[in-house]
């Protein structure tokens, strides 16, 4: 199972909302109550999640240059462009890992939505390709259609994602 490492100001509730999984199962996952406390550095597992580091993949993501690269083992295997957060909505800066996906999911988000371990965030596709290369979204990672298509047909759920500016 996936360890989160506890932040300060997190509780299992936010937790559990970020991981998209209910309180209940990280409780019994954790050997928990729900008067239990967590303290900042305690690992909380992940029920749904593999461990870190089982999976071949990660994904690593350049603010600064608009650019997403896929590596296997280490080694790039793929780069694509991408459209990131608006100064005042910021792409969050951090190591994340991908917890579900949604094809077609609707509106701005094009042809694949994979969900990022902290709430409302996630890389996307778009309904608008003139914005990839730019700073124009509420903080989430967009993708050509095509390019989000491939790279979720690539990585499974647990994949572990690093963003940097």
Request: proline share 7%; aromatic share 6%.
């Amino acid at each position: 199972m996936y360890q989160h490492i506890v932040k300060r100001g997190e509780t299992i509730a936010s937790i559990a909302r970020d991981y998209r999984t209910s309180v209940a199962a990280l409780l019994r996952a954790n050997g928990l109550t729900a008067s239990s406390v967590i303290v900042p550095g305690q690992a909380i597992l992940i029920p749904h999640l593999p461990a870190k580091g089982s999976i071949p993949y990660t994904i690593h993501v350049s603010i600064s240059r608009r650019q997403l690269t896929l590596k296997y083992r280490g080694r790039t295997i793929r780069t694509y462009p991408i459209g990131v957060g608006k100064m005042i909505t910021a792409t969050p800066v951090g190591d994340f890992v991908i917890v579900n996906r949604q094809p077609n999911p609707g509106g701005p988000f094009g042809a694949m939505w994979l969900s990022l371990s902290k709430i409302h965030y996630g890389i996307h596709g778009t309904n608008n390709p003139s914005s990839i290369g730019k700073y124009v979204s509420k903080g989430c990672i967009r993708m050509h259609n095509k390019d989000v298509l491939e790279l979720a047909s690539i990585v499974p759920n647990g994949t572990e994602v690093f963003i940097r500016t």
